[in-house]
């Protein structure tokens, strides 16, 4: 086990506790600015939010996203990221990054992969050729992109997975790759490595696995191998159970949950960071977030509709013209959405708008504590009565104090 601390290129202020749940709200200073938490960090898997300029999406007011090392690793490749000094510089954003180990893609392209206690060992999605991703050479490549924040490689497995010793194994897997991360790390004084939690749904599991992360002290933690198809009722355990168990100055980092309600519970549950593909993807198929609800603009009954994406929204494209916005209406992105690109890179600037306005939304909340009413309303605006807000969400709510149904 690593004995010593390692060095820290970030620092965590805890500005204030919800005094009913377990919701925080805190400022998290990176190398490259800081970040207001609770936060969505939206992905930018290729160093680019799909449709947008680097100016667009600081224009969301946007300060972390996240990169894809898996990805960046096979193109442009880390011969090109050594060249030009990382990404920030490739994709020209000045504002902070995380990545991803790579792990993930062990499920995700699990046809293409092995895993064995060197690594995972995958045949190449571009080409078919071999690869082996081990855990020096993960923080090997996050160490060239040069992330603020870089995470473990870890065993990653289904959470609907059946089989229970492989669930340990890949837990236990994780805490030994931790310390080969740990020990390849070369530039911790500015790039933080986050440690991922482990363990399926089994609370048991879990716990063990809080255990030893915590004891490695890394700068900031991450709760993995959620959102991967399990009930919502076990997800929200594993993240209350984990929560609980974690230092009160560090960031806790849920990985891949981004639908609106979720981040709303999961901030309840203790957690302050967030990332999902959801809101660039879904604006992709015409669909906008909204206060009430997801609306699939490509619906015909849009085409008439003058009216902003979502009333009295701030992002560029709903903010009338007179506000510096561009006034773009339900009808326009009806008639582009179905054939041209500039329909998703309009839903895609609302969207991701929505989502750290939410987040900002929620942190306000927080300070004022008054949180527990904000997620009553929340879900009063989003749902049309109280008999269809979703059981998940009533029971976990329940759990940290508030009874959504009263």
Not at 92 to 109: C, K
Not at 153 to 164: G, H, N, Q
Not at 188 to 205: A, H, K, M, S, T
Request: hydrophobic share 40%.
């Amino acid at each position: 086990m690593a004995s010593k601390a390692m060095p820290s290129a970030l620092k965590f202020d805890l500005i204030a506790k919800c005094s009913v749940t377990k919701a925080r709200a805190s400022t998290l200073h990176l190398p490259h600015g800081p970040v207001s938490l609770p936060i969505f960090m939206p992905v930018a898997t290729q160093a680019s939010l799909k449709g947008l300029t680097p100016e667009q999406l600081e224009e969301t007011s946007c300060r972390l996203c996240l990169n894809n090392t898996y990805h960046l690793g096979l193109k442009p490749g880390q011969a090109t990221l050594d060249a030009i000094g990382g990404a920030h510089k490739l994709q020209s954003w000045p504002h902070n990054i995380l990545t991803d180990s790579g792990g993930f893609q062990m499920v995700s392209l699990l046809r293409l992969a092995k895993v064995t206690e060197e690594g995972v060992r995958f045949l190449s999605p571009h080409d078919g050729t071999p690869m082996l991703l081990t855990p020096e050479h993960s923080i090997s490549l996050q160490n060239s992109i040069g992330s603020d924040i870089i995470m473990q490689l870890d065993d990653v497995i289904a959470t609907t997975s059946p089989d229970l010793a492989r669930m340990e194994e890949a837990m236990k897997r994780s805490v030994r790759w931790l310390d080969r991360c740990i020990e390849a790390h070369k530039y911790p004084e500015r790039q933080n490595l986050f440690c991922i939690i482990q363990g399926g749904l089994n609370l048991d599991l879990r716990r063990e696995c809080c255990k030893e992360m915590v004891a490695r002290d890394t700068p900031g933690i991450a709760i993995g191998g959620l959102s991967g198809g399990e009930e919502k009722y076990a997800y929200c355990r594993v993240v209350d159970t984990c929560t609980d168990l974690l230092p009160e100055k560090k960031p806790r980092y849920v990985m891949g949950v981004g639908y609106p309600e979720d981040l709303v519970v999961s901030v309840a549950l203790g957690a302050d960071m967030f990332d999902c593909v959801w809101p660039t993807r879904t604006a992709r198929f015409g669909n906008a977030i909204t206060s009430t609800g997801t609306l699939n603009l490509r619906n015909s009954a849009y085409a008439d509709d003058f009216g902003p994406v979502e009333e009295g929204c701030g992002c560029i494209c709903c903010r009338p013209v007179a506000e510096g916005g561009l006034g773009i209406t339900r009808a326009y992105v009806y008639h582009v959405a179905a054939k041209e690109t500039a329909g998703a890179h309009l839903l895609t600037m609302h969207n991701v708008y929505y989502q750290l306005n939410l987040m900002r939304q929620i942190r306000t909340a927080v300070v004022e504590d008054r949180y527990p009413d904000f997620v009553k309303e929340f879900f009063a605006q989003l749902y049309p009565s109280k008999d269809k807000f979703p059981g998940w969400a009533v029971t976990a709510m329940k759990g940290v104090g508030v009874d959504l149904l009263e």
